[in-house]
């Protein structure tokens, strides 16, 4: 019977484990999140996801190494703390991971050394969580993951950020900090609601290329002339690509049966002239590279909601599948056994 040191001296022999050249590398964005008490999405409990199932990570071995994996996979910067003893309060699933042992390089938690799924000698009073460099959110009235209010986080609180100075540029750093793609808008007076904590910064001024908004020039933090009524908000091109995924039989991220939402209903879209240019609108929109085929007649399994779309024409460029022609949502003389695919480069 192995001590946990002696595990620990084990697993840090073990180096990456194996990983499935299959899973696209933006898939795994979506195999961890952030969450618990006081959590953001760069701040919180780290829990994985395992045979469709999320649970939590135990500290043991926890370290900043670790955390600087899980930050790099988020998009959210370098690792500045590495919180065990649940931090962000205690899971209720599975605890997945024990003895994690990361080099630190790794672009997936599920790569570093550890024990195996399910295997572990804790309890919810260890998880794991991490706080990384850039926490930031957009919340208020009406906000969206890639659409709201701009909070950042100074020193463990909350706060706005004022309007003045606030524009497009200062829009596409935090679009590119939250993976939300480029700032459509940069509304400000409040746009999606008034905060009610401290108003953090002022008269930031970005040149757009920055990949944080605290890589900004600015007043300094909590040195400013506004109101909350003066409060910046931002709408990311990115918001749009949460209205379309790729389903279906065999499907991938980055490949399946195309369909997209409209007045909260998932439908999909008629191969009445789709091409490889409607296909590479689609790639573009979900981070998923090139288009390599845009296949017709169901390949991916018929859908069973509503057809949506039909005789979508793209000249190859849009940002977004909705710029291209069509005839309408609704509108088509099309059934299932016609529906729409693509398969991206990933």
Request: proline letters at 2%; one cysteine or more.
């Amino acid at each position: 019977m192995f001590t946990k040191k002696q595990r620990n001296s084990q697993i840090l022999t073990l180096g990456k484990s194996q990983f499935t050249k299959s899973v696209f590398l933006k898939d795994l964005k979506f195999k961890i999140v952030l969450v618990g008490s006081g959590s953001t999405r760069c701040s919180g409990r780290v829990e994985v996801q395992h045979d469709g199932v999320w649970g939590t990570v135990c500290d043991d071995n926890w370290d900043l190494n670790d955390a600087k994996v899980v930050c790099r996979q988020l998009s959210c910067g370098m690792a500045s703390q590495a919180p065990g003893s649940a931090h962000f309060g205690q899971g209720s699933n599975p605890i997945w991971l024990d003895e994690v042992a990361c080099s630190g390089s790794e672009i997936s938690l599920t790569q570093c050394g550890h024990r195996g799924y399910g295997k572990h000698d804790c309890s919810h009073s260890e998880d794991a969580g991490v706080i990384c460099s850039d926490p930031i959110r957009l919340v208020g009235s009406g906000s969206t993951r890639c659409s709201g209010r701009v909070e950042v986080q100074h020193n463990g609180v909350w706060g706005t950020v004022c309007d003045d100075g606030w524009d497009l540029n200062d829009a596409n750093a935090v679009c590119r900090q939250l993976s939300c793609g480029t700032g459509l808008h940069a509304p400000g007076s409040a746009h999606f609601g008034q905060g009610s904590d401290p108003i953090w910064l002022d008269d930031v001024a970005c040149s757009g290329s920055e990949s944080s908004l605290t890589h900004c020039g600015h007043s300094g933090y909590g040195k400013h002339n506004c109101n909350h009524g003066e409060d910046a908000g931002v709408i990311c091109l990115g918001e749009l690509l949460y209205h379309f995924l790729l389903v279906g039989s065999g499907s991938t991220r980055c490949s399946g049966r195309v369909e997209v939402l409209h007045d909260g209903v998932w439908g999909t879209v008629c191969h009445d002239k789709w091409d490889l240019n409607d296909a590479k609108v689609v790639c573009r929109q979900l981070s998923c590279g090139t288009a390599l085929h845009a296949p017709k007649s169901a390949l991916f399994g018929q859908g069973s909601d509503k057809i949506w779309l039909d005789d979508v024409e793209c000249s190859g460029s849009e940002s977004s599948l909705i710029q291209c022609g069509h005839n309408g949502y609704g509108k088509h003389n099309c059934n299932h056994g016609e529906d729409s695919g693509v398969i991206c480069s990933g």
